[in-house]
């Protein structure tokens, strides 16, 4: 099949829907089939990104002309409340062409200006994109339930969890050489740019109630707030306990995940996160605020710990579960539950099979698939 992928943007560039796209396009490449990616992002250019081809600098005139010319067998947008892909999917029902649609989550606003252009943008092209789409991919239960509030038939609704591409496990000299290298002893790890709905400045406040000898590293891109926490730090007298290393490596990203005490995770709101899903496919505990779609993923004291959102106290109850000798069983089970449900090897087919249903099927017609 000849598939378009359309996004606002694609891994190398960082973020969960950038990646989640990237491996949607690797599994399928991998199989057999045509895809390109449409990005909005990025200087326009069309070319090869690992094998992939990739039309960067998107613009609506750049899908139309695709649609038009290269008439794919379907269309699949990613990213609720973006122009960009709420009329790409409008554009390619209109060529003819099947469409499917993951939303990945509907984020709540965070001040009275957000809320009033969601809620302009949910009841008229948002509404639209849902009513358009062939298929709607819900990761979560609750990204399912979002989605059928806003406009979308139930009925068209698949929950395809988010996933990963189980990750090779690195050997205990190279974590203790990375460990050596920033000279780091026990440590808490937060991943996700650096942006106030993911709380690090609550993460530096709870530090002084653990363990003296535990420090915090932050891995992510500053989305705006790294000179806070760092102040913030500074003011707490935890300059040298509060580390941020920037955008890394894959190979340093998973030494760190391996090297970490745990994964903190003190978020406002998250779909399904992909640092969860590594955290525990490489060993790490997940400590994790009990917001959104986390609480689908993490079961407190099975699989993970959770806290209620800013909460220090179940924080701190939490992240010493997590230090302690229990931590093997809960790790094991987590590894185990991301192998068997939350690999893009267990999940590419099932969103092939989305692809493969005959645009404009009767009532009561089979599915026929394409092998």
């Known amino acids: ?20 796209v990237f491996r949607i396009a690797e599994g399928l490449c991998a199989l057999g089939h045509q895809v390109c990616a449409i990005i909005q992002s990025g200087s326009p250019s069309d070319g090869q990104n690992h094998g992939l081809r990739v039309v960067r600098g998107a613009t609506l005139n750049t899908v139309e002309r695709l649609l038009n010319t290269e008439r794919p067998d379907a269309l699949h947008a990613h990213g609720a409340r973006s122009m960009f892909v709420a009329r790409s999917l409008l554009a390619a029902k209109r060529a003819g062409v099947r469409t499917v649609f993951t939303p990945h989550c509907f984020y709540p606003a965070q001040d009275w200006l957000g809320k009033v252009k ?3 943008f949910d009841k008229t092209l948002g509404r639209a994109a849902l009513k358009t789409a062939d298929s709607i991919i819900a990761l979560t239960e609750i990204d399912r339930d979002d989605a059928v509030t806003l406009g979308a038939e139930a009925a068209r609704v698949t929950i395809v969890p988010n996933s990963i591409a189980l990750p090779h496990v690195l050997q205990p000299e190279e974590v203790r050489g990375w460990r050596e290298r920033h000279e780091l002893g026990r440590f808490l790890l ?3 740019r650096l942006d106030r709905v993911k709380r690090g400045d609550f993460l530096i406040r709870a530090l002084p109630h653990l363990p003296r000898d535990l420090s915090m590293v932050f891995i992510g891109p500053d989305a705006g707030c790294r000179s806070a926490w760092q102040a913030l730090a500074n003011e707490l007298g935890l300059q040298r306990a509060v580390h941020f290393l920037g955008e890394v490596p894959d190979y340093d990203l998973k030494a760190a995940y391996q090297a970490c005490s745990a994964l903190a995770l003190a978020s406002k709101y998250e779909g399904l996160p992909t640092v969860i899903l590594e955290a525990m496919a490489l060993g790490a505990p997940v400590v994790a605020s009990a917001t959104g779609g986390t609480c689908c993923l993490v079961q ?23 230090l302690g000798t229990g931590k093997a069983a809960i790790t094991e089970r987590a590894r185990k539950m991301v192998t068997s449900e939350y690999s893009w090897k267990v999940n590419i087919p099932k969103i092939c099979s989305l692809y493969e249903i005959r645009a404009g099927m009767e009532e009561g017609e089979a599915w026929v698939l394409v092998q």
Request: charged share 10%; no cysteine; net charge negative.
């Open 190 to 192: 937060s991943v996700g």
């Open 118 to 120: 969601r809620l302009i």
């Open 1 to 20: 099949m000849n598939i378009f992928l359309i996004s606002q943007g694609i891994y190398p560039q960082r973020g969960g829907v950038e990646l989640h």
């Open 300 to 322: 407190h004291g099975e699989n993970g710990l959770l806290f209620a959102y800013d909460n220090t106290a179940e924080f701190v109850a939490a992240t010493q579960i997590a």
